[in-house]
């Protein structure tokens, strides 16, 4: 498994077992609620580094979990566990 | 190999020049195509690509090689059967062998939601040229022997589309007879330059700032894999795009007698077989964004389990080779091509998995655009607008895994 995910009430677990969920980022710069709207819909930040991202354990305890991972390594660089 | 590239294929080499009319970011199948359309269709050949490693080194050379039009909105029926049909004639028109197969592919279902699907498939795919029909089991089977209809009791071949058109070719070929047409026509390609930043006047993109020193362009073209939310934000773009993973791996030989490709959205996977006789796999995405190129042996073990539930003589074979590419993935899974609404810079990108056979397609319409200053209609409907517009093509022809 490439990947594993700190999950706080399970412990280290595949991917596999969960669904991403991304966390989004509309800039500061777009104020029009509309624009923010459609950014928040559509635009992605799609860093080269570390994102916050949270993570839902369908085949686990069905929870939600936060992580930081660097997405050039797929290190998990802070976890809420 | 190197024989093959030093003996045969004619790649000439330049000095950087520090002003070119077209600036083209990124060397793969699609940078070269369209470089290789500019000079050979409207005589443009004061034209440098930009690649950071080598040519053909990232997604061009990592894909599965298919070749194919049945897609499920007609405007990507339409885009992608001019990519066939130029590749059908690409050998005779650069006079290099690309290994071009004409071979059929099986699009299969398993579920009477699957035959509907299937059918709609074959209906657009007719009504907008592409040549593809609804097959019954029977027909299945004739075409493929190889296939257990059973779906070892599990997943029953029901029925399927028949692409007649479907083909593969040799991937690092298609770079390289492009990239020898281009530069026989007097483009340059400088591999290992990164392009590090954007050269702005206003608002409008002027050149290139590269790790060999700057260099301005009458216009600029990314046609980057992989990393092109980081080029879009130099030109102060946000970008509708997440970069996923994807994986493919080869067999040891078999015997050559597998002359199709082999489909299935159900089970998300699909084989072929490639010319050294290796029998070659692929299936979905990796779920995680991310740019790492580490293979796991979570998609060897669980698409090999898919595949043996319709392929039992696959059993027999050893994994012989496994890698990685990274996609852009669009939200709707088709690919965005044009203008950006920035002056200057042009974009090509949302290839996800579906990109090495919209290569010539996509470099002849993204050449035109250039040349022209206007947005050929082949490719206006995949506009990056379209998203504010609400105008996405949501392509479940697509969203299969290759």
Known sequence: MSLLIPCPHCGLRPVTEFIYGEVPEVPDTITDPDARDFDRSFMRKNPEGVQVERWFHTFGCRRWVTIHRDTRTDEVVSDSA | ?402
């Open chain 2, 1 to 402: 190999m190197n024989e093959f590239i030093e003996k045969k294929v004619e790649l000439r080499w330049h000095e950087p020049k520090r002003s070119y009319d077209v600036v083209i970011i990124g060397g793969g199948g699609h940078g070269l195509a369209t470089a290789y359309y500019l000079a050979t269709r409207h005589g443009i050949t004061n034209v440098a690509v930009i690649e950071r490693s080598y040519i053909g080194g990232g997604n061009s050379g990592r894909n599965t090689t298919v070749i194919r039009s049945n897609y499920g909105v007609p405007e990507a029926v339409r885009f992608y059967q001019r990519s066939v049909e130029l590749y059908q004639t690409l050998e005779q028109e650069t006079d290099r062998w690309v290994m071009h197969k004409q071979k059929g592919l099986l699009w299969l279902a398993h579920t009477e939601a699957g035959l509907r699907a299937e059918r709609a498939r074959a209906e657009v795919n007719q009504a907008f040229g592409a040549k593809t029909y609804f097959v019954g089991p029977d027909e299945v089977k004739k075409i493929c022997p190889h296939i257990d209809l059973s779906g070892a009791g599990v997943w029953p071949v029901l029925g399927g589309s028949y692409h007649v058109e479907g083909a593969t070719a040799r991937h690092d070929r298609v770079v390289w007879a492009f990239a020898e047409g281009a530069m026989r026509r007097g483009v340059h390609v400088h591999q290992r330059t990164a392009v590090t930043g954007l050269l702005k006047e206003g608002d409008r993109v002027v050149g290139v700032q590269t790790d060999q020193g700057p260099i301005s362009a009458g216009a600029v073209v990314s046609a980057v894999g992989g990393h092109v939310t980081t080029l879009g934000a130099m030109a102060g773009l946000r970008l509708p795009i997440r970069t996923h993973p994807l994986q493919a791996y080869v067999t040891n030989h078999y015997d050559l007698s597998f002359d199709q490709i082999v489909a299935s959205t159900a089970l998300l996977f699909y084989v072929s077989q490639t010319a050294r006789g290796e029998i070659l796999l692929g299936a979905e995405i990796d779920r995680q964004p991310s740019y790492s190129y580490r293979s796991d042996h979570h998609l060897i073990q669980s698409c090999s389990h898919r595949a043996i539930t319709l392929f039992p003589f696959l059993r027999n074979l050893r994994v012989l080779r496994q890698w990685t590419g990274v996609c852009d993935m669009s939200p709707d899974y088709s690919p965005i091509m044009g203008k950006t609404g920035v002056e200057g810079f042009y974009i090509t990108t949302g290839w996800g998995t579906w990109g090495f056979k919209a290569i010539p397609a996509g470099g002849e319409q993204m050449a035109q655009l250039i040349a022209t200053g206007e947005t050929p209609e082949l490719i206006a409907p995949f506009s990056l607008d379209r998203f504010a517009q609400d105008r996405t093509l949501a392509d479940r022809g697509s969203a299969g895994t290759h």
